[in-house]
Structures are given as structure tokens and as C-alpha cells.
């Protein structure tokens, strides 16, 4: 008996269990002997798990059944998370602890609703009318028993004859003189307050300050007799909503108006026309004589005492709770608003409600799942054409739908498990089933792969034999698949954004699971299919049994394995094929590193609108519009003497004033000051007392320059009350703005600038800045930084497990290689595609380590099975893996191919991310690799003996004419079984014996599975990958 010639020493068939150890150990070294262990460990127990189910299938398949059913129970606990401060906030951050304090001392009842106009000059007569049109339909708005009215806030109106106003009722007025005479002549109190001096003639910013000139009883009972009405701004305040009066209006009257009135004709208050107009154009003289857009916005009030019923909803948008009458009354607002059958063709409007961002944002993605129907259709039919064959019985139509069931098992257990250990769902995971779509592809035909690769010998084997002999060849590359993908999800699952950890914990235990399920569920109903196909019954009309039934030639053509095996791989090895590859790939790198250098660092919540939505439209006109509209502030004061810390808090209002990314400070304490001040007050007086300060805080709230503040920058431990001093303040805030900030690290700064600012105060007691923004900027302050991390953990640990089952440390680092130059080009593209680092795109590039590192793992792996001269073996692994991994990258991409339709950032990137990895990833498998390795490839395994199935008369990738049309390779995931009962003469012309005995492996001697001489079998068998 002749050696079998390998990379190595020879072995022979009188080698003993122990030579075969030592020799392992001494030509591959310890790597060697722990990989070939651990793989002889798990086909070991692959090969009893499938024997025992394809005697018991449908024991198996019961159980799996229950075992999800148990596992969904879960999901009474269910519960969807789309706060948006909840779900891309750091955990631990400051802005959700001031949040937090917030929500509990000085809670926001005012819910703001708005509608921006566009028209050619939203100042003409026709767009004025209309936006009174839409006044009116607001003001009629009905849902059950909710009213404009009853839901709205609502603002005393200051009479219009204290401001000296035209157009009023004379009645009305008369009726307003004779109330003020009678105030003017009810006396002053004593010692509370000082007249206003007769030197001081300087006019405040309202006008006359009424609160000034009369007693304080007699000012505060008028104040109670005001009238209310609900609260709405804009433009027409200046007609007040009187159509009869506007439609008299010529243009030059309106413009007039425009241009001269600065007080609500509504509400008394002061108003600033310019705040409402975008785009404005004015004269030589500064008189606003056109504008492209003008806001209009109504404020609805929550009710805290039907929360505290019970009767409310989780607003999405905002974060906050709402009672469910006014919410219901906003979705009826939307509805009306949105209907634009009466408006004029050339005025535009867009419309943002409070509730708008949870409800558009939460059906897009809701939507877009239609998309998953899709792809698992063009799925199925991929399925049918790779697992059977064109012919009645080798069709496996079942059989595809039974192993994409799979999917939907493992999303059920996923989604119970977690929602069971209260791990919420956020927008993001519902992308978790694409996902387990293509891994759960791949999984199906690595195992029909190693079915169809079953040697001649173990065909006749009985059925149990079989299943557990094709479970043993492709249990190993299943799990090597799902640890890489698992772990790269266990590592993700540390970060401390709650979107991407919830993501990594579900796409972990969804991973998990369609491993189980492929393994078992889809084992046992293979073993179930194969004797329908071996009792000849149709595939899809199982009943149906066929007589003398033989396959057509045609039907067991495999053109794609011909292709690589005949065109491909000699045209890749050719040495100007080779350094074109090498060139291009160079010059990839450089354009793919200049791009990736380009890629911005940047989140914005808004993207997960889409980009057709009403919603959408109205922030991308907002900031067209309205471009200096940064973002507000507030500082938050809780638990503060005032007497003590008046003077800081001036500091602070000023250090705001000066901050070079601020533009306004809105500080009741610069009101109070000058308020006081105008009656000969000295602020801050050394010689008060707290409770004068209480008191004149009183006085100033309820005065017509303070009354602003009044609900909206201050809470107090009761009620307050115009004629009592002030009960204890237990919380205040100053307001203020920024500028508009060009980039995410301005924002950073700004940030940062500002916190310094309020630490650099030293005022005693709680004192905090917030914005809204803050949310969206600290989650831009971390991603990168999680992004490189999780990244980093996850190529490192990926490698570990590459290398311990590849077992060769220049394999392992090229496949890394191929991965990062992947990962670079996949940024890349990011940049050039639109999308930045954000929150979406760190949880798919972390996903896409491990599915590149498969592309390049199986050819890094075949590579080292073959002997021959680098050149061969590079032919013969891009021949037999070379069809396994395109069918793997191309069913991965047929997963989410329709995703490329959807409106939603979620699904969008995901799509562009992914195509990116689906092609740079094959291109660096299927070009770059096999290069490479010609080149710079390692000496194969010490066990690899010549491959007697290629040889210099047999083209690589041509299969024996003896082999069985069912055992014929359709090139996917697992290399063919190396079997030939006649002799053949090697690559290295040397002939070996057609009834040579197999070399053991390492598994089967350190676990007693076999001998030396236990099979008088003719093959020899690589380990899968």
C-alpha cells in the first residue's frame, strides 16, 4: 500500500492513534491538535444529534414547536420603547438625570402644535384668508366631547384700550375707561409697593404699566375679571382672526399693519411680527414688504388630573404622558389640518403637532415591514431552485418553506425571551427578522451541502446514519457562522446606548435560536422529505407516488460550479490577472480611505422620519425658512435661597449673555430687576428679607412684563396668589437660545461651554442646563468612540475563533485583513452615500463583521485542505468553495434587496450598508484572497494527503461520471466530500491506491469515534468550515 502524500510526513495505514496525535502536534503545533480537538468534539456530537432526530422527527419538530410556544409567553411582557431620549441617550448621562428631576418637579403641561404657510408672499391678502381659513377649521374641531376650547391653554387677554388700540367694540371700551377710573381712584396700599417716581419718565417695553399706578387689591381684582382665551400666534393676531375686518384691509393697509402694530389685538400681550415670517424682504427704508413663509401655532394643555385617573397615553414624541382626550383631539387636528381640498394651489403647508414625531416615526417603520413579505417570497423562490432540482421528486417546495419557518420561530423566541427579562423594543430591531432571514438562509444550505456531499458509501447507510453524517460535516461551519455573529452581538450588547444594546441582546438570542432550529426543526423535516423523495413521491404533491421514475440529464447540470471551476479559477491565476488585482485593490484602499476620512459623525432623530411624510417636510422648511432658529435651552434652579443667590444668578445670565455660542437669554431675574428698579427699588437690597423678596416676586409675576413667567419659569410648593406674597419657590429656570451650530462638534462644545458656564456659578442648590438638543448631542459625543470599540472587541474576538478553527495564524490574519479592507470600504461608501455615524449604522457595521469574516473564512479554510503549489490550491479551493460563497453573499442580499424602496432611515441604511458589504465583502473573498494567497499562502494541514478527485487530465471542479445525480455538489457553504474508487494520478503525478484506507481525524482519535482501520472506506474528509 502506497503513502498518501500530503503537505507534511507521510501516513500510513499502520500509524498508530498516538503518532498521529504527536505528529499533529509537532508539524501543526498546539493550534493544530486544539482545533482538530474541538472539531472532533462537536462532529461527534452533531452526529448523534442527527441521528437521534431523523429517527425521531417528529418528536423534534413537536418539541420545537412547544419550546417557542413556551418561549412567547414572553410576550405578555412585551413593551415597545420609541421615546426617543430613552433610546439614543448614553445611559448615565446628565440630560436624562435632569430629565428625570424635570419630569418630577417642574413638568411641562403646554403641548405646542404648528403649521409653517409657503406661498410666493405669504403677506398677500388671498394667503392671509387662508390661514384665517385654517383658524376656523381648528376652532371647529370636534373629537366625542373635546373642543378647541376645552383642550386648548388658555391666557388672560389684557384689555385692548390699555394699549390705546383702534377697531375695539366702543361699548367695550367705555366699559374698560370706566373700570380704570374707578382702580385710579381707590387708594394705594402702604408699604407695599412705591409709586413710580415723577422724575422717572422712561416707558417700560409694554406701554404703561398699569401694575404700577394702582392699588395692589384693585389691580389684582381686575386681573381676576379678565377674560381667557385660548392661546394661538401668529400674524393675524394683528387683525384679530376678524375676517370681516382683514377682507376690508387693502394690501398697502396690511402691509401698514404689518409693519406698525406691535401688540395682540387678541391677548393685549406684545407680539414680534418678524418672528413669525421667513424669507423676508424689506425696503430701502427696513419695512417688511414681503415674506416667502409665515408659522402659525396653536398650545394645547395637558390634563394632570385625568393622568392621574389612569386615562392616558405614552406620547412617543415628546416622551410624556398625555391624557388621552387631548391626544385624541391632536390625531383629529392632524386629520383637518392635513386636508387641503379648500386651500389655494400656490400655498403650501406643513404641519408639525406634538404627537406627530411618535406617530409618523412608529408607522414608517411599521410600513415598511411589508417589505419583509416580499423578501421572503423572492426567498422561497431562491430556495426551491437551490435546494431541489427541476424534476417531480428532487423539487423541495416543503422543504423551503418548512426551513423559512425557521425565521418566524426564531422570532418568536427572541422576541419572548427578552421581552420576558424586560429588555424593551426599540425602531431599530425591526430589522432583526431581515437579518435572521439571511442567516437562516445560510444555514439551510450549508446543511443541504453537506447532505448532497454524502460520499457513495454513507448513502447506503440507513436513513439516521445519513442525517447524522451530513449534521457532522456542517454542524462545525453552522456554529463557527452563528459564534462569530453571536459574539460580535455579545460584544455590542455592552455599549451604553439602550437602541443598540436592545438591538445586540435580540439579533443575539435570535442568532442563538436559528441556530437550534436549523439544527433540529429543519433536520428533522429533511429527514422527513428524503423518504418522500426516496419512495419517489412528488415534491409538492407528496401523495402523489411516481413509478420508474429516473431524473432528466438536464436537471443535474450545475452551471455555476462549472463556471468557477473551468473559466474562473484558471483566469484569476494568470500573473497579470494577479497584479491587475493587486492594483486595484490599492487603488480601492486610497479612494476608500479618503472617503472613510470624509465620514461625518452625526445623529439626528429626525431621519427616522420619512423623508414623504407630512412631518418630514415641515422640519426640512423650518430650517430652510427659519435657518437662525437654534436650539433652546434652559437652566433649571431647584431648592435655592433667593435671598443669597440673586446676585449669582445675575453672574450666571451675563456669563450666558457672553457665551460665543448663545444668542439669547430670556431671564425673568433681568424683568424683575428692571421692574423694580423703575419704582426706585434697589435689586438685589441687601436689607430684604426672604419674604420681601417672595413678595415683590408676587408683584412682579402678576404684572403685565412678569405675567410670561409666571406658568412657565416658576413652581412653588402652593398655589400662588396676586395678593399674598410668594409660598416657597421650589423650582425656577432662565431660558435661552443657541446660535445655529454647523456641525455635530460645535454642538459638542456648545454643550460642554455651557455646563462649564452653570458649574463656574456656584450657587448653592440644584442647578442644571438642559436642552432638548442635549439628548441628540451626548449621543453624538459617544458613538464614535462606541462605534470603534464594539468594532474593535468584535474583530478581536472574531479572529480568536477564526484562528482557533481555521488553525493557522497567516490564514487567519489575511481573512482579517480582508475583513478590515471590507470595513474601510464599506465607510466609504457610507460617506458617499449619505449616511454618517449614528446609532443605525453602528449597530449594522457591527452585524457586518461577521458576515464578511464568512466570506473570506470559507476560502481562507478550503485553501488550507488543498495540496499542490499555492497556484493549484488556489484553483481548487475558488473551484469548490468559490459557487458556496457567491450563493451565500447573494442570498444574503436577496434578503433585504426590496429594502431599497423604503422611506425609513432604519431600512434604508441597513439596505445601503449591507448592499456595500454583500459586494465589497465578496470582492475581497472571491479576488483579493485568492490572490493573496498564491502569493503569500501557508503550507496546508499536515493531514491533507493530494486530492485524488483533481488531477493534471481532471479540470478542477469537474466531478467523477460515477457519482450519484443526488450526491452532485450545487455549490454552497460546505467543500465536496473527496471520493474516487479508481485511480488517479495527482497534481504531483504521484498515484495513489484506489482502495487506500482513510486517514483519521484528530476528533475521531482523541474520543474513541474510530480507528486507523476502523472503515475500509476509500475517502478522505476535510473539516468543514
Request: aromatic letters at 12%; proline letters at 4%.
Amino acid at each position: 500500500m502506497k503513502n498518501i502524500i500530503g503537505a507534511g510526513r507521510p501516513w500510513t495505514s499502520s500509524s498508530t492513534s498516538e503518532e498521529v496525535v504527536r505528529r499533529l502536534r509537532g508539524s501543526g503545533g498546539c493550534l493544530a491538535y486544539v482545533s482538530n480537538s474541538i472539531i472532533g468534539v462537536l462532529e461527534h456530537a452533531f452526529f448523534s444529534y442527527g441521528k437521534t432526530i431523523a429517527r425521531m422527527p417528529f418528536f423534534f419538530i413537536l418539541f420545537c414547536l412547544i419550546v417557542t410556544a413556551f418561549c412567547c409567553i414572553g410576550l405578555t411582557n412585551f413593551t415597545q420603547e420609541t421615546r426617543p431620549f430613552k433610546l439614543w441617550t448614553p445611559e448615565g448621562s446628565e440630560s436624562l438625570d435632569v430629565m428625570e428631576w424635570q419630569e418630577e418637579n417642574f413638568p411641562s403641561d403646554l403641548r405646542v402644535n404648528m403649521a409653517i404657510y409657503e406661498a410666493e408672499n405669504v403677506l398677500d391678502k388671498y394667503v392671509l384668508l387662508e390661514m384665517l381659513r385654517v383658524h376656523e377649521v381648528v376652532v371647529q374641531t370636534e373629537r366625542n366631547s373635546a373642543t378647541w376650547d376645552s383642550v386648548c391653554a388658555k391666557v388672560p387677554t389684557l384689555s385692548i384700550a390699555l394699549f390705546g388700540r383702534r377697531r375695539r367694540d366702543l361699548r367695550e371700551t367705555e366699559k374698560d375707561v370706566s373700570r380704570l377710573t374707578s382702580m385710579a381712584q381707590s387708594p394705594l396700599k402702604d408699604g407695599t409697593r412705591h409709586i413710580r417716581q415723577a422724575d422717572d419718565d422712561e416707558d417700560d417695553d409694554l406701554g404703561v404699566d398699569w401694575s404700577t399706578i394702582f392699588a395692589r387689591d384693585s389691580y389684582c381684582e381686575f386681573l381676576e375679571s379678565m377674560e381667557q382665551a385660548c392661546l394661538e400666534s401668529s400674524i393675524l393676531e394683528v387683525f384679530g382672526y376678524d375676517r370681516g375686518f382683514l377682507s376690508s384691509l387693502s394690501q398697502e393697509q396690511i402691509i401698514r399693519d404689518i409693519n406698525t402694530v406691535d401688540t395682540s389685538d387678541v391677548t393685549g400681550f406684545p407680539i414680534n411680527i418678524t418672528g413669525f415670517l421667513g424669507n423676508v424682504e424689506k425696503d430701502g427704508d427696513g419695512q417688511i414688504i414681503k415674506a416667502g413663509a409665515s408659522r402659525q401655532t396653536w398650545f394645547t394643555k395637558i390634563n394632570r388630573t385625568a393622568i392621574g385617573t389612569g386615562k392616558y397615553v405614552n406620547d412617543a414624541g415628546t416622551g410624556s404622558q398625555v391624557d388621552r382626550v387631548t391626544y385624541e383631539w391632536e390625531e383629529e387636528f392632524i386629520k383637518n389640518i392635513l386636508n387641503d381640498t379648500e386651500r389655494p394651489k400656490n400655498v403650501s403647508l406643513y404641519l408639525m403637532a406634538s404627537s406627530s414625531f411618535g406617530a409618523v416615526s412608529g408607522a414608517s417603520i411599521q410600513d415598511d415591514l411589508q417589505y419583509l413579505s416580499l423578501g421572503f417570497g423572492v426567498v422561497f423562490i431562491y430556495i426551491i431552485i437551490m435546494l431541489g432540482r427541476f424534476n417531480m421528486v428532487e423539487q423541495r417546495p416543503l422543504l423551503s418553506l418548512l426551513g423559512l419557518s425557521c425565521v418566524g420561530l426564531a422570532v418568536g423566541v427572541s422576541y419572548g425571551i427578552c421581552s420576558a427579562m424586560n429588555i424593551p423594543y426599540g425602531p431599530v430591531n425591526s430589522i432583526l427578522p431581515f437579518l435572521l432571514l439571511g442567516l437562516g438562509i445560510d444555514d439551510m444550505f450549508v446543511i443541504m451541502q453537506a447532505w448532497n456531499n454524502l460520499t457513495p458509501q454513507e448513502q447506503k447507510q440507513e436513513l439516521g446514519d445519513r442525517v447524522g453524517c451530513a449534521l457532522k460535516h456542517a454542524g462545525v461551519s453552522i456554529t463557527v457562522t452563528s459564534v462569530t455573529d453571536f459574539v460580535a452581538f455579545a460584544v455590542g450588547s455592552t455599549t451604553v446606548l439602550p437602541a443598540l444594546r436592545s438591538f445586540c441582546l435580540y439579533a443575539a438570542v435570535g442568532i442563538a435560536s436559528i441556530f437550534f432550529f436549523q439544527a433540529t426543526f429543519f433536520v428533522a423535516c429533511l429527514s422527513l422529505d428524503q423518504r418522500r423523495l426516496e419512495d419517489h413521491r412528488q415534491g409538492l404533491l407528496f401523495c402523489w407516488r411516481l413509478k420508474n421514475w429516473t431524473p432528466s440529464q438536464c436537471s443535474q447540470r450545475d452551471l455555476c460550479q462549472t463556471f468557477f471551476g473551468e473559466v474562473y479559477a484558471k483566469f484569476l491565476c494568470q500573473p497579470s490577472v494577479k497584479v491587475a488585482v493587486l492594483l486595484a485593490t490599492a487603488v480601492l484602499l486610497s479612494v476608500s480611505s479618503w472617503g472613510l476620512s470624509n465620514l461625518r459623525q452625526e445623529f439626528d432623530p429626525i431621519w427616522f422620519l420619512p423623508q414623504d411624510s407630512y412631518l418630514y417636510e415641515f422640519f426640512t422648511k423650518q430650517r430652510y425658512f427659519y435657518p437662525s432658529s437654534g436650539d433652546q435651552g434652559t437652566i433649571y434652579f431647584g431648592n435655592i435661597s433667593f435671598l443669597s443667590e440673586l446676585s449669582k444668578i445675575e453672574d450666571l445670565t451675563t456669563s450666558l449673555k457672553n457665551s460665543e455660542y448663545i444668542v439669547e437669554v430670556d431671564s425673568w431675574y433681568d424683568k424683575y430687576k428692571r421692574y423694580w428698579k423703575k419704582q426706585g427699588y434697589q435689586v438685589p437690597d441687601p436689607k430684604q428679607t426672604e419674604d420681601d423678596i417672595l413678595d415683590q416676586l408676587t408683584q412682579f409675576l402678576y404684572s403685565p412684563s412678569g405675567s410670561a413667567y409666571r406658568n412657565r419659569n416658576f413652581r412653588f410648593s402652593s398655589d400662588l396668589n396676586c395678593t399674598e406674597k410668594a409660598p416657597a419657590v421650589t423650582a425656577s429656570s432662565v431660558d435661552f437660545k443657541y446660535r445655529l451650530l454647523s456641525s455635530s462638534r460645535e454642538e459638542i462644545k456648545a454643550m460642554e461651554s455651557t455646563k462649564a458656564i452653570v458649574r463656574n456659578a456656584n450657587i448653592t442648590g440644584y442647578v442644571r442646563a438642559w436642552s432638548r438638543a442635549y439628548a441628540e448631542w451626548e449621543t453624538n459625543q459617544v458613538i464614535a468612540e462606541e462605534l470603534y470599540r464594539n468594532m474593535g472587541l468584535a474583530l478581536a474576538v472574531v479572529f480568536v475563533v477564526t484562528l482557533i478553527l481555521i488553525a493557522s495564524l497567516p490564514t487567519s490574519l489575511m481573512v482579517l485583513t480582508c475583513v478590515f479592507l471590507t470595513l474601510v470600504d464599506v465607510g466609504a461608501l457610507m460617506h458617499w452615500w449619505g449616511l454618517t455615524i449614528d446609532t443605525v449604522s453602528c449597530i449594522d457595521l457591527v452585524l457586518a463583521i461577521g458576515l464578511c469574516v464568512d466570506y473570506a473564512a470559507h476560502v481562507g479554510h478550503t485553501f488550507m485542505t488543498k495540496s499542490g503549489t499555492r497556484d493549484e490550491r488556489v484553483r481548487q479551493a475558488v473551484g469548490t468553495i468559490g459557487p458556496a460563497v457567491l450563493n451565500g453573499g447573494f442570498s444574503t442580499f436577496l434578503s433585504f434587496v426590496f429594502l431599497a424602496n423604503s422611506t425609513s432611515h432604519v431600512f434604508l441604511s441597513f439596505f445601503k450598508i449591507f448592499f456595500a458589504v454583500c459586494v465589497y465583502g465578496l470582492y475581497h473573498g472571491l479576488v483579493f484572497l485568492p490572490v493573496l494567497l498564491s502569493l503569500l499562502g501557508p503550507a496546508p494541514y499536515a493531514t491533507v494527503a493530494p486530492s485524488p478527485t483533481t488531477s493534471a487530465h481532471t479540470p478542477a471542479g469537474e466531478k467523477s461520471a460515477k457519482t450519484h445525480p443526488i450526491e452532485q455538489n450545487n455549490g454552497v457553504f460546505i467543500e465536496k466530500v473527496i471520493h474516487s474508487e479508481t485511480p488517479v494520478e495527482s497534481n504531483s503525478q504521484q498515484e495513489v491506491d484506489g482502495d487506500m484506507q482513510d486517514v483519521p481525524s484528530v476528533g475521531e482519535l482523541t474520543h474513541g469515534v474510530g480507528t486507523a482501520n476502523s472503515r475500509p472506506t476509500s475517502t478522505h474528509r476535510d473539516h468543514t468550515f
